[in-house]
């Protein structure tokens, strides 16, 4: 039934607008997103790098459908790389191709990704380019190789999803070329043929992924809130003899809070992703609608979660 409103919400601009305006929802969203604008995120950024954690800030939005929504998009993206370095925070940034136009052409995607590069570049930042639906797989890998080879690994890097049957072969290869891949076991609710949807099956892909990723890959970087894969990248770590500092944790702003401060106490660099914008609704909306069935009856839990202080971490990391 939440799923189903969530749903019927995207689609509608007037129901969006009713939503966003009920008090339990703007209450519940100004926990997962940082605020409206650029000047509320920068001030999250600040309160997280107080506390030892580094920020990746996402200005919220996909799909776009036309070229001054695009545009808009990666001004948005350049104008959060420039006050980042103004500012000297410790934050990179997040975009996704569809939010810089996939959907309407690849020439003008590839354009924004360009000008949102170059300004990385200029200031001495770095953009990851998120992973979305399937269909866009292929070709936001392809765009991906492109802006590697102009741009080079320390500007851009990548997100790959463990959940994805037929695309094992991703990591080994972006491993080898020395890729920065944030992994994730993966955030669409997608048919069966396409991803793994039992969660054993999907957690046992991404621990596979952890000991590949971990072990050989430059600037590794887990995203996830799930202590087991926190405990089992921490323990392949120490096998490869890795410091603890050269293995990055990464958690949405908001979710399991303690958990990221025990990491940072425990000496991993730990990193939330940090939504802002005013299609912030979107978001949260959108993780309500991506959680499958089972996710969706423990949200009331997850909250409840959220306010315990242990989080479920007892550190304990080799
Ligand atoms: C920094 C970051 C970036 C991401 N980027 C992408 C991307 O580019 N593409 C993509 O497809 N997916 C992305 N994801 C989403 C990811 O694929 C998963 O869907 C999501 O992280 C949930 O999986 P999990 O690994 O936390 O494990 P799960 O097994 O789903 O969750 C483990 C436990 O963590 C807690 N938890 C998990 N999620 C939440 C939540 N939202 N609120 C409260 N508690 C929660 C619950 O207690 C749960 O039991 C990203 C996730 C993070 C953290």
């Not at 939005?61 to 420039?82: C, F, K, N």
């Not at 290869?173 to 669409?188: N, S, T």
């Not at 600037?219 to 392949?236: E, F, G, L």
């Amino acid at each position: 039934m939440l799923r189903q409103l969530a749903s019927l919400t995207l689609h509608q601009p007037w129901i969006k607008k009713a939503a966003v305006t009920l008090p339990g929802v703007r209450d519940l969203a100004w926990r997962f997103v940082a605020g409206e604008d650029l000047e509320a995120a920068l001030g999250a950024v600040r309160t997280l790098n107080a506390r030892g954690i580094k920020a990746t800030l996402n200005y919220v939005g996909t799909h776009v459908r036309t070229e001054p929504e695009a545009v808009a998009a990666a001004d948005a993206a350049l104008e959060s790389l420039r006050r980042i370095a103004q500012q000297r925070l410790d934050a990179n940034v997040s975009v996704k191709l569809t939010h810089l136009g996939l959907d309407i052409s690849e020439d003008l995607c590839r354009a924004q990704l360009r000008r949102v590069l170059d300004g990385a570049r200029q200031g001495g930042g770095f953009v990851r380019v998120d992973m979305e639906e399937s269909a866009y797989v292929e070709r936001t890998l392809r765009m991906f190789e492109d802006a590697r080879e102009t741009h080079g690994n320390d500007t851009v890097g990548i997100v790959l999803q463990s959940y994805l049957r037929s695309r094992r072969g991703d990591l080994d290869g972006l491993v080898a070329a020395g890729a920065r891949v944030r992994l994730v076991k993966g955030g669409y609710w997608e048919a069966a043929a396409v991803v793994y949807r039992k969660r054993a099956d999907i957690d046992a892909a991404f621990l596979g992924d952890i000991d590949r990723l971990v072990a050989r890959g430059r600037h590794p970087a887990i995203a996830t809130h799930d202590t087991n894969a926190i405990h089992h990248a921490c323990r392949v770590a120490a096998d490869a003899g890795l410091e603890r500092r050269a293995l990055e944790f990464q958690m949405l702003y908001g979710v399991r809070p303690a958990l990221q401060a025990a990491l940072v106490r425990d000496g991993y660099p730990v990193r939330a992703y940090v939504p802002y914008g005013s299609r912030w609704y979107e978001y949260v909306l959108g993780c309500i609608r991506r959680l499958p069935g089972g996710a969706l009856r423990q949200l009331g839990e997850r909250l409840g979660e959220r306010r315990r202080s242990d989080e479920g971490w007892g550190g304990g990391c080799p």
